[in-house]
């Protein structure tokens, strides 16, 4: 990638942000390079625009988790070059501990993962959790409000471990946020919030 890209990406968020009906309403992340980015509620293929849009004019760098098979064919080096990292859903475990080795061997960048297990109220995946505190990287809460048409980042949290009360945050933080098609929205809820951290991760 040119060594202008940086500066190419930024000028295409500010014109999307001029041009959009959506209202960019964003927190600034802590500048040190690194964290985990929620994008929830996640209920449209848009989400991914608007979190270009919003990572460019951050001038964030970022790794996203997609479908192995979006990987396939001619689009393959277009969605590495945007930043994504296939995921074999068949192997789940796998993902977070190569995400995690990555960032141990001193990778920079803010992980972009949309933990809905799916979109028919079955709960939120525990990936982001695990990677999270297995790294000691803050999360940051990205958002999208159908409903004051609005998108951008929230506050920026440090995980407890106490999985129940970390939710309770995140919870309320996007009890009135409905995505872009707010039928589909998921509740924040972890499958597995009964206890403390949320399982192993290979050290």
Same mark, same amino acid.
């Given at each position: +990638?040119?060594? =202008?890209?940086?500066? #190419?990406?930024? %000028?295409?968020?500010?014109?999307?942000?001029?041009?959009?009906?959506?209202?960019? $309403?964003?927190? !600034?992340?802590? $500048?040190?390079?690194?964290?985990?980015?929620?994008?929830?509620?996640?209920?449209?293929?848009? =989400?991914?625009?608007?979190?270009?849009?919003?990572?460019?004019?951050? @001038?964030?760098?970022?790794?996203?988790?997609?479908?192995?098979?979006?990987?396939?064919?001619?689009?393959?080096?277009? +969605?590495?070059?945007?930043? @994504?990292?296939?995921?074999?859903?068949?192997?789940?475990?796998?993902?977070?501990?190569?995400?995690? /080795?990555?960032?141990?061997? /001193?990778? !920079?960048?803010?992980?972009? #993962?949309?933990?809905? @297990?799916?979109?028919? /109220?079955? /709960?939120?995946?525990?990936?982001?959790?695990?990677?999270?505190? %297995?790294?000691?990287?803050?999360?940051?809460?990205?958002?999208?409000? !159908?409903?004051? +048409?609005?998108? @951008?980042? *929230?506050?920026?949290?440090?995980?407890?471990?106490?999985?129940?009360? =970390?939710?309770?945050?995140?919870?309320?933080?996007?009890?009135?946020?409905? *995505? #872009?098609?707010?039928? $589909?929205?998921?509740?924040?809820?972890?499958?597995?919030?009964?206890?403390?951290?949320?399982?192993? #991760?290979?050290?």
């Amino acid at each position: +990638m040119s060594r =202008d890209a940086p500066g #190419v990406r930024a %000028a295409l968020a500010r014109a999307f942000w001029r041009l959009s009906r959506w209202r960019l $309403r964003t927190e !600034r992340v802590p $500048r040190d390079g690194a964290g985990v980015l929620i994008g929830a509620p996640h209920t449209s293929n848009w =989400d991914f625009v608007l979190m270009l849009a919003i990572a460019w004019e951050a @001038g964030l760098t970022i790794r996203w988790l997609g479908k192995h098979t979006l990987f396939a064919g001619p689009a393959g080096p277009l +969605m590495r070059a945007l930043g @994504g990292i296939p995921v074999d859903r068949r192997d789940p475990a796998g993902l977070v501990d190569e995400v995690v /080795g990555r960032i141990r061997a /001193g990778e !920079r960048f803010y992980l972009v #993962v949309t933990p809905e @297990g799916t979109r028919s /109220g079955a /709960g939120w995946k525990s990936g982001f959790y695990r990677i999270a505190r %297995a790294t000691d990287l803050p999360v940051t809460l990205g958002y999208v409000d !159908r409903t004051t +048409m609005t998108t @951008g980042l *929230g506050p920026t949290l440090r995980l407890t471990g106490d999985v129940r009360a =970390d939710m309770d945050v995140i919870r309320a933080f996007y009890a009135d946020k409905a *995505g #872009v098609v707010p039928s $589909r929205r998921t509740e924040p809820r972890l499958r597995d919030e009964g206890t403390d951290d949320t399982g192993p #991760v290979a050290r």
